[in-house]
């Protein structure tokens, strides 16, 4: 599942990108974008800014929602210590290092 979700969520973040990067400002038309006319506009004089603003929006949304639901999954798996997961070797003492080469032949 979370696999699923991370794959969405990579999704809607470059898509969301390509969104904010095709909006136009407030000075210019979608249609100087692609090379038209400065009069000329695309999508008519105001269709495509809100156009654009809706699936925005809504992509942010999304995002936002898989950015929580990410968290909520790996807070799941998260209840236990590291430590908890290392294996225990019974039976074993640490070994003693050895002396110094200087120390045995004094």
Known sequence: MQTILSI???FLCFFLIGTILLQAGKGADIGAAFGA?????????RGAATFLSKITTAIA?????????LSKLSRQG???????KVPIQQGTTPQETPPIESEQKK
Do not use: A, K, N, W
């Open 61 to 69: 949304i999304l995002f936002l929602l898989t950015s929580i639901g």
């Open 78 to 84: 998260s209840d236990r210590s590291v430590l908890e």
């Open 37 to 45: 006319g400065g009069s000329q506009t695309v999508f008519g004089p």
């Open 8 to 10: 969405l969520h990579y």
